[in-house]
């Protein structure tokens, strides 16, 4: 118990946390860590004060439950002391008087129990003396175990200026051991951070855990026998609960002029007021801070909001037992406990963290897209107050780049964009599929149909010949024959060039001068006056391995194509790029371009545009196949339309060079 539950205080339940980051936000010391998304407690910053519990929507915070262990106590032989703290009447308002809930609690087998607030009036006599002893020197209160807690590792210089004084409850409990002999002390209060204080009780639970244990041992105020608390009653310490509560506990004994205290209570306020007072900006004033806006507003409360209605309960409460009180008899028993020691001490504990440098933070930021101060919105979606504060926690491994929404919202664009950009790529390549499935189809029909008529072909040539061996010169027959022989040469032409397309794997690598290369093949074209060429050779290494005698092949057929493509003259520009792994080609030419529908015919066999007797059709089937053997790509762009530029075509061919 006591100091040991300090690193298990808080902790996130995995699975129900939503990446809001509200408890990032709410958490006074960020002592929360995002990884993947989810929550995580840092134990060794947390301070127990369990704001993250009460905030998070999802349920996802937990604190320590501890009710197993009070029962177990409670069914062992020990003898084990109830204290309640004062703030019990904010919540159970649902019972008809303090004394049946007090009844209850006995009913759930404790031995005694015993009423905090009376340690608040010995403790406030303790601050009272303080005060009037060291009138220079100023003292935070260190009733608030989160206060405590928080100074220590965060504020670790001014441990020295938290009062050396017992909390209530421990003030109590001393009061309890000095009173009864081998007892158990149980806290029951509405604070989470009190399961971590001190070592002197046995165990700590909250209201809500109390309720737990009422509900489980079928305890409720039908059949419950009234009583009050255990001796000595309490005064004024009752107030203590409601934040300037030690103020008017105080006050009631001696005339403090106000301002020599200052009150400072919820999460904003009480760590500017610490800051301040180390700064010395508050010089002489006492500070009594409170992490809750007031204990009743604690995290282990069963009803979390009606702050006014809470404080209204107490001081009916505290109003009507101050009515009641046998001041005589309270006073006899502050005088009987006077002696007692209500001393405590406090050791720092830094668990500060060192600066990052700026320009490890002008990295993270940059990684965030913030370039410049007027990117950084510091518009606290992430949970820091700012862009520089969550930049600096992604230094730490405490935050992500991803809590940032800007950044996140844009990366999510971008990814769109990829998404819609790969998506068409994959249509393309979906396309260039069909379009090779088809070829390859031609290809195979092409070559049975190439190969069937080879030999008929060879069979009509050679049987042409032998007649016209017999034929006399003058013989009208012999231009007949001659006419025979050459069109089954044609055909045999055009048989060669089906073979040519289907063929596999054939070819033989040479290295060659790829920009010699290439201006030998335009040499080989018949180019027009009205055509002018242009060789760009921007390659490093102009050596490439292909099989020159085809690939003479594929450049003549592109450059005479496109010479045809320029009836009114133009320019052939023929560019060579590359890289260590491919060589490129492009051949552009400024002619009358190609038609979006006859793209696709572009390698078909036999499609040609030309007239009868000047095309085949059967150039780019050729060029295709050749570059297919060489595992390369062929791409073609055009433009037929002059309002949208000038028109002409581009052949693009992409060759490997390890063939
Ligand atoms: P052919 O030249 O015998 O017609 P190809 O297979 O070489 O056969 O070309 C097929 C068709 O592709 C051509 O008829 C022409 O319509 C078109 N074509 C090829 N290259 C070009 C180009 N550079 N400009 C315009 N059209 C072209
Ligand atoms: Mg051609």
Known sequence: ???????????????????????????????????????????????????????????????????????????????????????????????????????????????????????????????????????????????????????????????????????????????????????????????????????????????????????????????????????????????????????????????????????????????????????????????????????????????????????????????????????????????????????????????????????????????????????YLDCGACGYTTCMEHAIAVIYGYAENEMCLPYTIEKLHNSVQDLNLSNENLANAKMALKQSEKLAHMGQLSAGIAHELNNPLGVITMYSSLIKEELKADDPLVQDIDLIVEQAARCKNIVGGLLNFARKNQIKPKEVDIRKFVERSLESVIIPKNVTTKIECDIENPMVMIDTEQMMQVFTNIEKNAVEAMPNGGELRVEVLGNKDVVEFKFSDSGVGISKENMEKLFTPFFTTKAAGSGTGLGLPLVYGIIKMHNGKIAVKSNTDKSKGKTGTTFIITIPRNN
């Open 1 to 375: 118990m006591g100091h040991a539950n300090r690193d298990k205080l808080v902790f996130t339940l995995k699975d129900k946390c939503r990446m809001c980051y509200t408890c990032v936000r709410e958490c006074p010391v960020k002592a929360i860590k995002i990884i993947n998304g989810q929550a995580e407690v840092l134990s060794e910053r947390c301070i127990g004060c369990a704001n993250c519990v009460s905030v998070c929507s999802q349920q996802a915070k937990m604190y320590l439950k501890t009710t197993s262990e009070v029962e177990a106590m409670l069914a062992s032989d020990d003898k084990v002391v109830a204290i309640l703290a004062p703030s019990f009447p904010a919540d159970f308002v649902d019972v008809d008087s303090y004394q049946v809930l007090i009844g209850m609690i006995r009913r759930l087998g404790f031995y005694k129990v015993m009423d905090v607030a009376f340690g608040a009036d010995l403790v406030a006599e303790e601050y009272k003396k303080i005060i009037e002893e060291k009138p220079e020197k100023a003292f935070i209160s260190s009733d608030c175990p989160a206060i405590v807690f928080y100074i220590e590792h965060f504020h670790p210089e001014i441990v020295q200026n938290l009062a050396p004084i017992a909390s209530p409850m421990v003030a109590i409990t001393r009061v309890a051991r000095r009173l009864y002999d081998d007892v158990k002390v149980v806290f029951i209060g509405p604070c989470v951070a009190k399961k971590a204080e001190s070592d002197e009780i046995d165990d700590a639970i909250t209201f809500t855990e109390l309720r737990e244990l009422f509900e489980k041992h079928g305890i409720s105020q039908q059949g419950t026998e009234p009583s009050d608390f255990d001796p000595p009653k309490s005064g004024r310490g009752a107030i203590f609960p409601v934040s300037r509560g030690l103020l008017q506990t105080v006050k009631k004994t001696d005339d403090i002029v106000e301002g020599e205290i200052i009150v400072a209570s919820g999460k904003q306020n009480f760590k500017e007021a610490i800051k301040e007072f180390e700064k010395g900006e508050i010089k002489t004033a006492h500070l009594e801070t409170l992490c809750c806006n007031g204990c009743v507003l604690g995290p282990g409360m069963s009803e979390k909001n009606k702050l006014f209605f809470k404080r209204t309960q107490i001081s009916k409460y505290v109003k009507r037992k101050l009515q009641e009180l046998d001041v005589e008899k309270w006073q006899e028993n502050i005088n009987k406990f006077a002696d007692l020691d209500l001393s405590q001490s406090f050791k720092p504990m830094d668990r500060r963290l060192k600066d990052p440098d700026n320009k490890e933070i002008e990295r993270v930021l940059l990684q965030m897209g913030k370039k410049t101060p007027s990117d």
